[in-house]
């Protein structure tokens, strides 16, 4: 239905809804087609969850149907089962619980304390420009230091037991920190800032009120780097000298030619560091509550 | 008589490449306590740098800002202030943000609560106090930036755009939304636009900025009577007023033209 009604300079044409006009839609009959993203959305979840279990599974399955079966040497490649024959002896009747608490025990601690001071090194940057400046190039260098060839003398320095293990560790994090909390500090809104002066803010207010909470992202998005990097040097260290820990038992069983315990020690390695991976996802999310954008 | 805001011979100039440019001619200006004056003028006029001047973010080139009859120059947080963006904080909630200016004065957490409640509630944001930011519209956040600047509880209030980036029907709402808070608190507003329309039915006075190196070419007071109805924007005066406003505005622009 069409009403018309002229008027000097214009045509107004006034369109009438078919009755009733008002009350909630309807759905028409002849409409079959309704888009439905909920279970869609669900469906390929739960095809993505098997998919990843059905490929681990036939990992597997293949190692170690082809290892008994003589396709993979045995002795180089060892077996599933033959490792966790292994592992089981050597958790009941050796020394691999205490090694596992020995190595996550040094990772953990040099992730937590080389990422807190690295953190709060790149956040310092903020408090003038030519302090930053001034470190800059340093960071950056220190950045493309390769630390494990370090790692003799930290050893050398530090001594043979736990705290050589830590400071490494304690290195290999601090230097990402610090320059992941940098540029969190370098993208802060200048606007923000003059926003907070704006409303009367002192300079500690401002850091700690909108330039901390802002680089949090940029903080949070090292730490997933830094647990693997911790880990590394922590085992890296074991290599070169200790008398605990997996890397130290992964080198001894290389040394005596013991190939199902260096399996042991990778699987080992393996399980802990999606572990730690894991503990750092819960704890990015712990984070970011509340600090997301 | 002091005026509540007089703000004499103040310029700005900028060195860039060994060059001196002005941003900003020397400017006077006095303004009444409670009025609502507009500053209307091509982009780039140094609308924001007088802005950045009177809060005492930068310092004037030349020149004094009184408050009051003291002077100002340099005293950040003396003038209530709201910039372009709603700058509000994205991992704070709304009440959390509106509350910014209070906890940086010191106000028990508390107390704040108490005050800025209250205030949603009458001016459109009830309910929204435990939201994030991002979960609101261009408006609604317009609306909590300009709480935050009012529960900062200075006198002087000033408004750099505040609407430039809303659609023209919300724009239209938080004009209506604005003059009734301006009504209701008796503030002096400062407030920069690019729209003559939003100018005239806001304002009680106009200044009219020439193009780069800003000064002020006219000064315009509205009588259009008060409280002004959405419908005033159409009455022949409304008119008017615009044609004059576009004529003086597009004369400064053709002065830029011919010298570029």
Known sequence: MMETARHDAFVVHTVKAAEPAAGPARRPEAAPLIQDEETAAKRRSRRIALGRLAVAVMIFVVWELFTRYGWLDKYYWSSPSAILRTTWTQMTQGTLLRDIAYTSGSTIIGFITGTLFGSLLGLSFWWSKSYAGISEPYLIILNALPKLALAPVLVILLGIGFFSKVALAFSMTVVVSALSAYSGVKSVDPDMEKLMYSLGAKRHQVFVKVVVPWSMPWMISSLRINIALALAGAIVGEFIASSQGVGRMIMYAGTILDINLVWVGVVVLSLLSMLMYWGVVLLERWLSKGFVK | ?260
């Open chain 2, 1 to 260: 008589m002091t005026h509540k805001i007089e703000i004499s011979g103040v310029s700005k100039w900028f060195r860039r490449n060994g060059e001196d440019i002005p941003a900003m001619q020397e400017t006077n200006l006095q303004i009444e306590e409670g009025r609502f004056v507009s500053i209307i003028g091509p982009s780039g006029c140094g609308k924001s740098t007088l802005f950045n001047i009177i809060a005492g973010l930068i310092p004037p080139s030349s020149g004094k800002v009184l408050a009051d009859g003291e002077n100002i120059v340099g005293k950040a947080g003396y003038v209530g202030y709201m910039l372009q963006k709603d700058m509000l904080l994205p991992w704070r909630t709304i009440l959390d943000n509106i509350i910014l200016g209070m906890e940086v004065k010191g106000v028990p957490y508390k107390e704040a609560v108490k005050r800025a409640l209250p205030l949603m509630e009458k001016y459109g944001l009830k309910g929204f106090d435990k939201h994030y930011p991002k979960e609101l519209s261009g408006g609604m956040r317009q609306r909590a930036a300009l709480l935050r600047t009012l529960l900062y509880d200075r006198d002087i209030i000033l408004l750099d755009e505040p609407f430039g980036a809303l659609d023209a029907q919300t724009r239209l709402t938080m004009q209506n939304w604005l003059l009734q808070i301006w009504e209701d608190f008796g503030k002096t507003v400062l407030f920069v636009t690019h729209d003559i329309d939003e100018a005239i039915y806001l304002s009680d006075d106009i200044y009219v900025f020439s193009a780069r190196p800003g000064r002020i070419k006219a000064k315009i007071t509205v009588t259009m009577p008060r409280p002004r109805k959405t419908e005033d924007m159409t009455s022949p005066a409304f008119m008017e007023l615009k044609h004059h406003l576009m004529d003086l505005l597009s004369a400064g622009h053709d002065d830029r033209e011919q010298i570029s």
